[in-house]
């Protein structure tokens, strides 16, 4: 086995890694998609191939990255959502983890962001609604990102098909 050959099984993993923490927000994302195209184009030994590869998949993680931040936060800017809420969700989403095995992250999430909107606003029925305004424009942002990085994903497996064929 080359150097070449287990720097492609890493980048691959670190690849599929960086997929699944799109979705999981515990794991590196997006931007250890972009880091693993990286080693690949400097050390992979595709040559020009590497460098484009890179080029295409890193448009694709950067758009991701940008495309959810600016639709997430816009949404909540839209419905008056501060920061204090999304970030106590995301507290209660780690702690959530560690309380309920696989869905945790994602129901102590909705429930801290639930309970700081209550606070807020002193009223349950404008709580939900905002929160479930949160949750939805979270979700949307996690859908383009991830789809985006599955794109640069792609992207990695032509490259490597490629590679391989010539």
Same mark, same amino acid.
């Given at each position: 086995?080359?150097?070449?050959? %287990? ?9 599929? #890694?960086?997929?699944?923490? *799109? +979705? *999981? !927000?515990?794991? !590196? ?8 195209? @990286?080693?690949?184009? +400097?050390?992979?030994?595709? $040559? =020009?191939?590497?460098? *484009?590869?890179?080029? %295409?998949? +890193?448009?694709?993680?950067?758009? $991701?990255?940008?495309? &959810?931040?600016?639709? =997430?936060?816009? /949404?909540? /800017?839209?419905?008056?959502? !501060? ?9 209660? $989403? ?6 309920? !095995?696989? *869905? ?25 609604? &905002?929160?479930?305004?949160?949750? /939805? ?10 789809? @985006?990085?599955?794109?640069?994903? &792609? =992207? ?8 391989? #064929?010539?």
């Amino acid at each position: 086995m080359n150097a070449e050959l %287990i720097v492609t099984i890493i980048c691959g993993l670190a690849i599929a #890694v960086g997929v699944a923490g *799109v +979705i *999981v !927000p515990v794991l !590196p994302g997006s931007i250890l998609i972009g880091v693993s195209l @990286l080693a690949w184009a +400097i050390w992979g030994g595709a $040559g =020009t191939l590497g460098w *484009v590869v890179f080029g %295409i998949g +890193i448009v694709f993680v950067i758009s $991701g990255m940008a495309a &959810s931040a600016v639709l =997430t936060g816009r /949404k909540l /800017k839209q419905h008056g959502i !501060p920061n204090r809420s999304v970030l106590i969700g995301v507290v209660l $989403g780690i702690v959530g983890m560690f309380v309920i !095995p696989v *869905v945790g992250l994602f129901v102590g999430f909705a429930a801290g962001l639930l309970v700081s909107e209550v606070l807020r606003t002193r009223n349950f029925g404008t709580a939900l609604r &905002s929160s479930g305004a949160a949750l /939805k424009a979270t979700g949307i942002g996690i859908l383009v990102e991830l789809g @985006l990085a599955c794109a640069a994903a &792609s =992207t990695w497996v032509i490259g490597l098909w490629i590679d391989a #064929v010539t």
